[in-house]
């Protein structure tokens, strides 16, 4: 047991306080003054608030003010921001008293108008009353101090004015925001148990900081890391001796510190200003966004317990962005408290309004959005309480998780009033390759430096808004909200001559182009098409064929097969025939995979909460029977009944082509050759029906149906 500890529990830690506490202090809060006090009995006799329950102390001729801010768990009440209370009050022995009380909401040492709780006057000697409030939704985490006064026939209180009667009692309220835990300390940290010092990779937060209150919410500061890399985390202690330190991160964001791995590490202060140094490793699979990291430094009491109250001791939060190389960075997106605000956005038509709480990242993946490529757009931005704002709006046109790359920047506006409507109108790059990726919308202070899409800010907020990027005669490509982040991707493909291995990745693209690998599929044949899974336990694959070249995957027979693994990195196969319905010509084989889903159309989307990949490639559908799309210029053919002939026209570098035809049964009826630029092809005895006829050796597989007669 430490030295001071021993002190604490012998009921001597004031030797220590007066020590110790001359470089900690209580926020400086206004000490009201009385000329007379409470000699007449206008005094608090009780106040009751959640836990806070402080009765019978009050005493006619005694002092006017009190300060009762940390001086034990029953003087601090815990309190939900967005809550309803009742404050209790008992009177003293003399009647027609009026109570006051406030709380220093924004935690500046000061009791604003607009954080009074509310008044109640007493009516006869030791009278209980009630003041009912409700904390804004809002109201900032964290310790907040709470002045309840009792003065004499006064109406309206001011929380600091000198008055003739009556008395003032200080305590701490602990807000919170019912999503995380924040420790009580019933003694603060003004013994010296403090967290002086926090170095994290190249973060740090300076040196020799004494902090007023024993909590602190430091997550507009942070660090962003990388899956499996290790990281150094340093903690210095304050003057105390004795203390314990530990350090936990919420990897899955789920809340809480509770989870394996979370404890990142704990240390012993055996000596003052004390460094710690503590290594983790960020777990491989660990879900990207940005997270708390909570250091503690406590007198006494094992094991180490993120949520546990303590006597003695502090408690730090940081921001962690967990960023996968490649995939959307995560930096510190900073805090709207300011009035630097994202209030809503329209795009596309769409309204989206983010929360301006904590992590002040917005990820919109939930309403499918698409653009052309080399189209323009206008997104439209209500700025927030505070001007001038700076909005900026990137895309990531190479999809590499970054904004940093040349044509990337898309708009630039700065609001000039409070609740302005700004429109950033911005054209997405030509160039880029079609397929899922995200716009970045991020505001900050418009007096400080810009920062960059992947920078650290203090001021503001974040909105990625998940969108698909299409090519105006390219494919349909599916909105998938979560894509590929829990593993659910296609990592290798077998189809004839196509040979894919390692191609997709946890975190990778949510869309591939394979188009330019390709391979020959014949009506009637059938084939084994390969697919290797990702890192997840379970993938559902299902594969589609553009069978009659319109461009779309939801056709008779276009979904050509499902098929299951329920092992990371497994194998399976679809089997299927290319059916004699198919057209000829080059064809979209689409592939995808998901978690749980049987998709029997190529184009769907997978949205709230769909996961998996996509990939295109080319196939070419040889089809003697099959109808194409469309007759090829230089290649025309026409049907002459009252001649008994079919005639065929044919371009001069189509000359000597072989040439068939084919009935609907797949029987050929006529092979020969181009002779001309006219082919006269016998017909008086074919049946009557639908013919194809074809050059099957041409470069273009040039086909048409013609009817007989």
């Known amino acids: 047991m430490s030295f001071h500890s021993s002190f604490r529990l012998l009921g001597l830690s004031f030797l220590l306080h007066a020590a110790l506490v001359s470089s900690q202090g209580l926020p400086v809060l206004c000490v009201p003054t009385y000329t007379d006090s409470t000699v007449a009995g206008d005094l608090i006799e009780g106040v009751e608030l959640e836990d806070l329950v402080n009765s019978g102390t009050g005493g006619v001729g005694g002092r006017g003010y009190h300060d009762l801010r940390f001086t034990g768990a029953d003087r601090i009440a815990k309190l939900t ?95 919170s925001d019912g999503l995380n835990c924040i420790p009580e300390m019933a003694y603060g940290n003004l013994e010296g148990d403090e967290i002086r010092s926090v170095q994290l990779g190249s973060f740090s937060y300076p040196g020799n900081s004494t902090d007023p209150v024993p909590y602190s919410d430091r997550r507009d500061r942070g660090l962003m890391v990388s899956p499996s890399v290790t990281y150094n985390l340093s903690i210095s202690s304050g003057p105390a001796t004795g203390d314990l330190i530990a350090a936990w991160i919420d990897w899955n964001g789920d809340g809480d510190w509770d989870d394996a791995a979370e404890l990142v590490g704990q240390g012993y202060a055996s000596s003052p200003f004390q460094s710690i140094l503590l290594t983790f490793t960020v777990p491989p699979q660990a879900p990207m966004g940005e997270r708390t990291l909570r250091i503690r430094a406590w007198d006494s009491g094992l094991p180490p317990n993120p949520c546990t109250d303590r006597l003695y001791g502090e408690t730090e939060d940081y921001t962690i962005g967990v960023r996968n190389p490649g995939f959307l960075c995560y930096p510190v997106a900073g805090t709207t408290s300011g009035g630097d605000e994202i209030v809503r956005t329209v795009l596309l038509g769409d309204t989206f309004q983010a929360p301006a709480r904590w992590p002040f990242h917005s990820v919109i993946d939930t309403v499918p959005q698409r653009m052309y490529r080399g189209a323009s757009h206008i997104m439209n931005v209500l700025s927030g309480s505070h001007f001038p704002t700076r909005y900026q709006l990137w895309v990531d046109a190479n999809y590499d998780g970054d904004f940093n790359d040349a ?82 991707y296609i990592d290798g493909l077998q189809l004839g001559s196509i040979s894919s291995s390692g191609s997709g990745g946890l975190r990778g693209l949510a869309y591939t182009d394979n188009t330019s690998q390709s391979t020959l599929l014949t009506a009637g044949t059938s084939y084994d098409l390969v697919l290797t899974a990702g890192s997840s336990d379970q993938h559902h694959f299902d594969s589609f064929i553009d ?16 098929a299951i693994t329920t092992q990371p990195g497994g194998q399976t196969t679809i089997t299927f025939t290319l059916p004699f319905t198919s057209l000829s010509g080059a064809a979209l084989l689409r592939v995808r995979c998901s978690a749980s889903d049987t998709i029997t159309d190529g184009c769907v989307d997978l949205v709230p909460a769909g996961l998996g990949e996509t990939e295109d490639y080319t196939v070419q559908l040889d089809n003697p029977t099959g109808v194409p799309s469309a007759t090829a210029g230089g290649f025309s053919v026409q049907a002459r009944p009252d001649l008994g002939l079919v005639i065929v026209t044919a371009s001069a570098s189509l000359q000597g082509q072989r040439l068939r035809v084919v009935n609907m049964l797949g029987q050929h009826v006529f092979e020969g050759r181009v002779t001309g630029t006219t082919t006269m092809i016998p017909a008086t005895s074919w049946v009557s029906g639908a013919y194809v006829v074809s050059l099957p050796g041409s470069p273009l597989r040039n086909s048409t149906v013609v009817g007989w007669p």
Not at 550 to 560: K, M, R
């Open 81 to 175: 921001a967005g809550g309803t209370f009742d404050l209790t009050i008992t009177s003293g022995s003399r009647a027609n008293e009026v109570y006051a009380a406030w709380i220093d909401l924004d935690q500046n040492a000061t009791f604003s108008p607009n954080e009074l709780l509310g008044t109640w006057t007493s009516t006869i000697p030791n009278d209980i009353g009630t003041i009912a409030f409700t904390l804004p939704v809002n109201a900032r985490r964290g310790y907040a101090a709470l002045r309840v006064r009792c003065v004499y026939q006064e109406p309206v209180i001011d929380p600091c004015t000198e008055y003739a009667f009556g008395e003032t009692e200080d305590y701490m309220v602990l807000i």
């Open 407 to 488: 044509g990337e920047a898309l708009a630039t506006v700065l609001s000039s009033s409070a609740g302005q409507s700004l429109n950033l109108n911005f054209t997405l790059p030509a160039t880029m390759a079609p397929g899922m990726t995200h716009l970045r919308l991020r505001c900050s202070d418009g007096n400080a430096v810009a920062p960059g899409s992947c920078e650290n800010s203090l001021t503001g907020e974040i909105e990625d808004h998940v969108v698909v990027v299409e090519d105006a005669a390219g494919p349909c490509i599916p909105y998938v909200s979560r894509w590929t982040q829990d593993g659910h």
């Open 547 to 562: 069978l009659d070249l319109n461009g779309d995957l939801s056709g008779a027979g276009e979904h050509i097969g499902h």
